[in-house]
């Protein structure tokens, strides 16, 4: 087998890898390299160019109340870091909706009786809101009322988790929409007080002109102005552990040799139960029984060149509607006109939330096409004979699952990945965390931080992202 061996070796080009490679450039440690399956970088924020236009891996807002990244976002792409003024709909019952919701619209497409239901049933649950919710069902309930739950909440919620909302912990409710009732529904679209706003609220967010991915591309360019090095189409086949260490990272370079890397620290953005999996060292029965029990959401994508401009004004809508599976319908002409590399065509994508043992995950991906196409057209979005070109995307572990009772086994996880004297856990799937880009880059940072004894350091990387507020440096 072949030997290469390093200072920090980072598993992962996504937000987190690089993050972590550029602090540790940044701090003069040169003899890094990166490990990443894909061509490109990015992971799941990259953004691939496809019959001359450009897709993303589902649509991806740049949006963060961390100081730092928006700092180090607008440093790197500079004018090519655009604001984009959101229009997001959802697509329920026939009806598109606006969201954010505002009352008006909403008012006029529901009519004046449902709406008196809905105010009914918000005030029956805030007067009945006694104990702490524990579903995500209870916790939208108390914050919003049964009805507008079932009108706005619930399908598309059970479409993305592929279970029932009585079966989803409230800590994902809390998590990404703390601070939002609809009280702060009202006051935001009546614009009435100041302060924050929850983040899916937010009307305004920024986009790379040429896709999430150039983000990336530049901090990957940054990493190798500096002398790091990164291997793509590289997978990491095997941890090789033992004394409570890593000995060294099996990976499968693009030849289908196997290399046998060797580093000071490993700082692993790959999924934290793969490690486990991956590992050729002992694993604790109790612990193999937490990684067990943890599983993901996985993702389908279906990308669409349409000969078409001008499809519809949305960045994206969300598909409530049970009758098709879709879950998702972005356009990224709305995101920014470069997306289309000048040509008057229009990239879409669909998207599909399922999980890898399911029938749909196995199709071929032409009748993924087929489906996909007939939905579109099934919902008037689209007249299928303007689809040029189809291709479809299916990633793995998308989706931290915080299924009702999952957190007993997290727990036992994070304790026991925290033995490994010389890994670093980071990321969103690394971490079993609902992060966005923002949260995944803080935690690169910071474990690259930790590592160099920064000022400040250590810093607890498991609180990024605890509490909507936590979005500075990181808490000592
Ligand atoms: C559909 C969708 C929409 C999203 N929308 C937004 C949004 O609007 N705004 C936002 O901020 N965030 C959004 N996100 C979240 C965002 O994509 C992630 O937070 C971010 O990409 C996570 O970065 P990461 O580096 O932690 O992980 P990843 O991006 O997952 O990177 C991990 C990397 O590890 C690599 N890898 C995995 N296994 C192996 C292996 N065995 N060998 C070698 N390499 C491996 C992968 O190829 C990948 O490149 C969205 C995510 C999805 C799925």
Redesign the pocket.
């Given at each position: 087998m072949k030997q290469r061996s390093c200072q920090c070796c980072v598993?992962?080009?996504?937000?987190?890898?690089l993050s972590a490679a550029f602090e540790l450039v940044a701090n003069g440690i040169e003899d890094v390299l990166i490990?990443?399956?894909?061509p490109i970088v990015g992971?799941?924020?990259r953004t691939v160019e496809k019959g001359g236009a450009l897709f993303d891996?589902?649509?991806?807002?740049?949006f963060s109340r961390n100081r730092e990244i928006r700092g180090l976002w607008h440093e790197l792409l500079g004018d090519d870091f655009l604001p984009v003024n959101r229009l997001t709909r959802i697509y329920y019952k026939k009806k598109f909706f606006k969201y954010p919701i505002k009352p008006f619209d909403s008012l006029a497409k529901i009519g004046p009786a449902a709406a008196l239901a809905a105010l009914v049933s918000y005030i029956r649950a805030r007067l009945g809101a006694k104990e702490e919710p524990k579903t995500f069902e209870q916790w939208i309930v108390q914050h919003f009322g049964r009805r507008l739950f079932e009108t706005f909440f619930k399908t598309y919620t059970e479409k993305v988790w592929g279970i029932a909302c009585n079966r989803i912990g409230a800590d994902w409710a809390s998590q990404r929409i703390k601070g939002l009732d609809l009280i702060q529904v009202a006051k935001s679209a009546f614009r009435i007080g100041g302060g924050s706003q929850a983040k899916t609220l937010v009307e305004q967010f920024d986009y790379p002109r040429k896709g999430a991915g150039q983000m990336y591309q530049a901090l990957a360019e940054r990493v190798l102005d500096a002398g790091g090095d990164i291997w793509l189409k590289?997978?990491?086949e095997k941890f090789s552990v033992a004394d409570e260490r890593i000995k060294a990272v099996i990976v499968r370079d693009p030849d289908g040799q196997q290399v046998s890397i060797k580093a000071d620290h490993y700082f692993n953005?790959?999924p934290l139960t793969?490690f486990y999996q991956a590992m050729d060292g002992y694993v604790d029965k109790t612990v193999g029984k937490s990684v067990e029990a943890l599983y993901y959401r996985d993702?389908i994508t279906v990308d669409m060149l349409v000969d078409r401009q001008k499809l519809f004004p949305d960045q994206w809508i969300y598909i409530h509607s049970q009758d098709v599976k879709m879950a998702r319908i972005a356009n990224y002409t709305n995101f920014s006109t470069h997306m289309c590399g000048g040509k008057p065509k229009t990239p879409i994508s669909v998207?599909y939330f399922v999980f890898k043992d399911e029938e749909l995950f196995q199709w071929p991906d032409s009748d993924i096409i087929e489906l996909a196409t007939e939905e579109i057209e099934r919902l008037g979005l689209l007249n299928p004979q303007a689809i040029e070109q189809c291709w479809v995307v299916k990633?793995t572990e998308?989706y931290p699952t915080y299924y009702l009772g999952f957190q007993p086994y997290y727990q036992a996880v994070c304790r026991d990945i925290e033995r490994y004297a010389n890994l670093t856990q980071m990321?969103?799937?690394?971490m079993f965390k609902y992060?966005?880009?923002?949260h995944?880059m803080a935690s690169g940072l910071l474990a690259a931080r930790n590592y160099v004894g920064a000022e400040g350091s250590p810093y607890d990387l498991w609180q990024i992202n605890v509490d909507a507020e936590y979005h500075e440096a990181g808490r000592r």
């Open positions: 598993l992962g080009a996504g937000p987190a890898g490990i990443d399956r894909h992971g799941l924020s891996i589902g649509p991806h807002r740049f590289t997978r990491v953005s790959l793969f993702h998207e990633e998308c990321g969103r799937a690394g992060n966005n880009q923002d995944s």
